[in-house]
């Protein structure tokens, strides 16, 4: 049982540089979401999506692209890295439950430097 | 708009004794979920309690207890008989329709520390 899981884990990118931030999840969960999470600071959220085909905006989503073409998947695409992207990633999943059973799984995490 | 307030930056809390960490909230969804997550220094995101909005009763979770006061927007995360393992940050977060779909916001934690 994967759970959510998110590669890399960690990675290094020069400014300017462009890369895809992998997530998937075996729960046939339709919730989504991408969060980054600076050093000390708590978790704001840069997309989320409800289902295949569907995502939105959260609150941080300058400098990334998602999209979501199945249940499963849900990359972050980081185009022309900033060092102000420098950060930990996380994605998360949860169903469409209500109550104790619609918290969210986490990934592990990615940590990614952009110098 | 949706919004989580965590105004504790940092706690201590002496082992075995209970501590309350503050979380206030936000929002114009009358359907909504709480939420508390903790996360150690090895940085994976743990799931505690959870309280809905319609909850009549406030959640309970072995050691864990949420004072919910749904009137005052608040939901407080109560631990008793503070352990070692309990050093780490505490994030308080909340499910609420915000201008669109469901989502799920953080607010920015408080760090507890145990003393022995």
Known sequence: NAGVTQTPKFRILKIGQSMTLQCAQDMNHNYMYWYRQDPGMGLKLIYYSVGAGITDKGEVPNGYNVSRSTTEDFPLRLELAAPSQTSVYFCASSPPDRGPREKLFFGSGTQLSVL | ?116
């Open chain 2, 1 to 116: 708009a949706q919004k989580i307030t965590q105004t504790q930056p940092g706690m201590f809390v002496q082992e075995k004794e209970a501590v309350t960490l503050d979380c206030t909230y936000d929002t114009s969804d009358p359907s909504y979920g709480l939420f508390w997550y903790k996360q150690p220094s090895s940085g994976e995101m743990i799931f505690l309690i959870y309280q809905g909005s319609y909850d009549q009763q406030n959640a309970t979770e072995g050691r864990y207890s949420l004072n919910f006061q749904k009137a005052r927007k608040s939901a407080n995360l109560v631990i008793s008989a503070s352990q070692l393992g309990d050093s780490a940050m505490y994030f308080c977060a909340m499910r609420a329709n915000s201008g669109g779909y469901q989502k799920v916001a953080f607010g920015i934690g408080t760090k507890l520390q145990v003393i022995p």
